[in-house]
């Protein structure tokens, strides 16, 4: 008996009890957002048991599913992204209690996608990810929120089929689904490399890595705020997580065939989006792109293709994350009733609350990789590893980009810290659960920032490919 | 533990100047900084103070501090010039203004005193975002610009750094001794020389951003014209220093191989910024900008007095950093002073002030002579050190060197002769209080002391630098 998949177990059972309670209470049935939480906690809780246990790592289903280091700490990752969005969307009266199911569900599929080994399980992690957010996107209805929806769906769909065509060319070149068996010296070449140049599409599309991010901006700006913070973090997660299961597992010994190639498209994706959100007038838009220039650097990490790369992509997920989830929250407290908010709009945010201010310049300022906060030891996480693996023109690409983005993140800064203009000094209302959201992750961004050897530590214990020297 | 006091003490009084309500912001940002100069003292008394933690072991990187020969003096100028600071300051500045002058104590003595890399960057960019709110808060829409300009020029360079810094360790590493970010064990590795090269010029570019140097000196003007004088002072005084300080502290031990082979093209460039700091100094009319390009003039001295790569040189430099943080920062805050008062900072709108103000005319009188570098003030042997290391290696610069001297007391003394003498056009101003007297009294005192008594100082340096440069000695040395 393992209790290795009990995490994700739980999880399928509180998305069962989330739907009861739906029935049961009537109204708006915050009920079932207590249910979720309480769920996400009690996963949390075993995944953390599951660390220290025995049986660990253990691969399950016939190779389907590997639980390991790597994977619980995809776990964690994921249930933080889950626990951010439900409580930023908690006190918003326009979120029904369908929304804590579908954050329950999407985030099935991203845990499976932290410990998938085999095709099918990629393809079902992709899709239990995915679906759900195509709802959640267009839950607002008619207007950009169903606007984004479709969007989402549209292009979702084709990326899915890009994937899913690549895999069975990869299936008909090998004869096996499980990454670990994938032997490319044996493979029938061109069918091998066009399927695994398809698959890194598909994938590298829900990462959101140029040239396939046309639908980032778009449907970050016309989700509701809760939803786009968790597709900027979950989904990220679950994309990296899988690419990492996939190439690293998969194709390690063949790097030569994607190495260079996502290198390239890593330095482009740097560059491209910190020049794009530097254009930016609404705040979505602009943190739309600046996901997608972090989804560049993560891509750093499985470019340099050595241990290094994937323990910096690792960490770097978690500061990301946090600064995601910060200026989220900030954004959802900010524009109350409104669904945008535009950068000017942040005028005079420090007269009219201090502390809000200084959240904001947290996440901003570890997005912007300034050193005492997470993003900038992630950031200099992954300059080592570029380096480490001789190519240096990674480690420059980042620092350009970086240094891009900068000025991206110091505008609405900028704004945020100076007097209004006229006397709208409306005082803003703080919803509680929001608020844990924001402390958390400004705690989280300066505590990483500040002593990041406990994190460092169980990271370099979790991605742990030995083989990729 | 002093060194934990120089950092704990700032940081702790930012926290509490945030939470305390406006007008008890200025009492607790004084007793702050007062305590701080009180641990500073205590360091005096301890040879080598250091501290060493592990920080993030999985990579080699130590907290590791030391107070020795070299940063020892650049604490103490940090102390000393946020004391000042902090008493120059406007009482209704507000809280979070003392926040962020404190918050840049803490970084500024971070920065001196780390010897291991990792640590020095991140203090080396931490201090830059005190200094981008206090311009953004407590300005204009110009000041703004300024901010944003100082920020990302600021950046870019540090962000080069990085990848050098980076580099240094993994080359460390690659060479089998292991990842660490210690500069004492990274100056002992061997890199090919393109390598090295480029390295070299990353360091540089940093470095050289900050102090400012020609022709990086972009942020200059504008920082300096729209901050707050007891901003200026510490950005003048305290934070160009730590760009030369970082020539000397990183660059020295590791590269002497690079510094051998540019020399010249070094010395060329540091000498044409010394021209251009002195003579744009002439022709500026607003007091402040006069005394600025002056001050980019000077610093370019103090890297003319590295790059000549003798011991005389590097000597004097370290020496008329901490003369020329004392004495331009003090010029700065008389000049505040003069501004509040006056309402301007056009010379050409003032003469003659003397008759009202002959107490301020005297200290400005001493800061604007000791700047210009009058023998018996300490900015006089910090140049004539330079120059003589300059004389050792090339005369040229040394003569070069010798004539700007004579252009930066004319254009000094052309401030002070618009503003403080001829007839008086304007009614008069109210001279100094008490109050004023009781900050400016003690750093024209420090002035003094240092000016009769240099040794006090390079007596300690010497051997830091010996150490420095035995260092260096393995890969061609100094003479």
């Not at chain 1, 839950?139 to 969007?151: D, F, I, T, V």
């Not at chain 1, 505008?411 to 959201?437: M, N």
């Amino acid at each position: 008996m393992s209790y290795a998949l009990w995490p994700e177990y739980s999880v399928v059972l509180g998305v069962l009890v989330t739907m009861f309670s739906v029935m049961v209470f009537k109204g708006r049935s915050i009920q079932a957002y207590w249910v979720a939480l309480a769920t996400i906690v009690a996963s949390g809780i075993i995944s953390i048991a599951d660390w220290g246990l025995k049986g660990i790592p253990v691969s399950l289903y016939g190779h389907g599913v590997t639980v390991d280091a790597f994977s619980l700490v995809i776990n964690g990752l994921v249930l933080l992204a889950a626990f951010g969005a439900l409580l930023i969307g908690w006190n918003d009266r326009r979120y029904g209690p369908d929304f804590p199911v579908l954050v329950l569900l999407a985030m099935l599929g991203m845990m499976a996608l932290g410990m998938a080994n085999n095709f099918i399980v990629l393809f079902i992690g992709i899709e239990l990810l995915s679906l759900p957010l195509y709802i959640l996107a267009a839950s607002q209805g008619p207007g950009p929120s169903g606007e984004a929806g479709l969007k989402y769906l549209l292009l979702g769909a084709f990326s899915s089929g890009i994937l899913l065509f690549g895999l069975a060319l990869l299936y008909g070149a090998s004869g096996t689904m499980v990454f670990t068996q994938l032997d490319p010296s044996h493979m029938i070449l061109p069918l091998a490399a066009g399927g695994l140049a398809l698959t890194v599409v598909g994938l590298t599309f829900k990462l959101g890595i140029v040239p396939f991010h046309m639908w980032i901006p778009d449907v970050y700006e016309g989700s509701p705020t809760p939803v786009t913070s968790y597709m900027a973090f979950g989904t990220k997660v679950g994309a990296a997580a899988i690419l990492m299961r996939f190439l690293f597992f998969g194709f390690a010994l063949d790097a030569g065939w994607w190495g260079p190639a996502l290198g390239y498209l890593a330095v482009l994706t740097m560059v491209v989006g910190n020049l794009l959100a530097l254009a930016q007038k609404d705040l979505k838009r602009l943190l739309a792109y600046s996901g997608i220039a972090n989804a560049g650097y993560l891509l750093v990490g499985i470019a340099a293709h050595n241990i290094q790369g994937a323990r910096a992509l690792l960490f770097y997920l978690l500061p990301y994350g946090l600064a995601v989830l910060a200026a989220f929250a900030v954004i959802q407290v900010v524009a109350g009733e409104r669904e945008s908010l535009t950068v000017s709009d942040l005028r005079g945010l420090f007269r009219r609350s201090p502390w809000l201010a200084a959240f904001l310049a947290v996440s901003l300022l570890s997005m912007a990789g300034i050193p005492l906060t997470g993003g900038f030891v992630g950031k200099f996480y992954l300059i080592q590893a570029a380096l480490f693996s001789n190519q240096p023109g990674l480690a420059i690409g980042l620092v350009v980009g970086a240094m891009v983005g900068l000025a991206a993140y110091v505008r609405p800064l900028q704004r945020a810290f100076s007097a209004a203009d006229e006397a709208t000094e409306t005082p803003l209302h703080w919803p509680w659960a929001g608020s844990i959201v924001l402390v958390v992750a400004v705690i989280g961004t300066i505590g990483l920032g500040v002593y990041p050897a406990p994190i460092v530590h169980i990271v370099n214990h979790s991605a742990a490919f030995y083989w990729l020297h | 533990m002093f060194l934990v006091w120089l950092m704990a003490v700032p940081l702790l009084g930012a926290i509490a100047a945030l939470a305390a309500p406006d007008r008890a912001a200025k009492g607790i940002a004084a007793i702050t900084s007062v305590l701080t100069l009180l641990g500073y003292a205590g360091l005096l008394f301890i040879s080598r103070a250091s501290i060493n933690w592990a920080w993030i072991p999985e990579w080699g990187i130590r907290f590791h501090l030391v107070a020795d020969g070299l940063s020892l003096f650049l604490l103490g100028l940090s102390s000393v010039l946020l004391v000042v600071a902090v008493f120059a300051s406007h009482k209704d500045a507000g809280r979070t203004y003392y926040f962020w002058l404190l918050l840049l104590g803490f970084s500024t003595a971070g920065l001196f005193a780390a010897v291991d890399l990792f640590v020095f960057y991140v203090f080396w960019e931490v201090l830059l975002i005190p200094v981008f709110f206090l311009l953004t808060g407590w300005s204009g829409e110009r000041g703004k610009k300024a901010a944003m300009k100082w920020l990302i020029m600021n950046l870019v360079g540090s962000f080069f750094m990085l990848v050098g810094v980076v580099a240094l360790a993994v080359i460390h590493s690659q060479n089998g001794g292991g990842l660490t970010f210690e500069i004492s064990q990274l100056s002992h590795m061997s890199m090919s020389s393109p390598v090295a090269s480029w390295l070299f010029f990353a360091f540089l570019v940093a470095f050289a951003i900050k102090a400012p140097l020609w022709p990086l000196h972009g942020w200059m003007p504008e920082t300096y014209r729209e901050s707050e004088p007891p901003v200026t002072a510490i950005i003048s005084g305290v934070l160009s220093k730590a760009g030369i300080y970082g020539i000397l502290r990183v660059m020295i031990p590791i590269f002497m191989p690079q510094f051998r082979e540019y020399q010249m093209w070094l010395l060329i460039v540091a000498t044409i910024g010394l021209l251009y700091g002195a003579f744009m100094a002439l022709r500026q009319t607003d007091m402040k900008m006069v005394t600025a390009y002056g001050s980019l003039s000077h610093m370019a001295m103090m890297a003319l007095g590295i790059f000549s790569l003798t011991q005389a040189g590097i000597l004097g430099t370290t020496f008329y950093m901490v003369a020329h943080g004392l004495l331009v920062g003090g010029l700065f805050l008389v000049l505040g002073l003069l501004e509040r008062r006056t309402g301007t900072r056009a010379m050409a709108d003032m003469a003659g002030l003397n008759r009202s103000a002959p107490r301020l005319a005297a200290y400005f009188l001493f800061f604007v002579l000791g700047t210009l570098g009058l023998p018996g003030l300490p900015g006089f042997a910090g140049e004539y050190m330079i120059i003589q290391g300059l004389f050792v290696s090339h005369v040229v610069f040394a003569v070069i060197a010798g004539f700007v001297l004579i252009v930066a007391a004319w254009y000094m003394l052309r401030v002070f002769q618009a503003v403080m003498q001829g007839p008086a056009r304007t009614s008069g101003i109210k001279d100094l209080f008490s109050g004023q007297v009781a900050w400016l009294v003690p750093l024209a005192g420090l002035v003094i002391l240092l000016g009769v008594w240099p040794a006090g100082i390079t007596s300690h340096a010497v051997p830091s630098l010996y150490h420095a440069m035995n260092l260096a000695l393995g890969k061609g040395g100094v003479r």
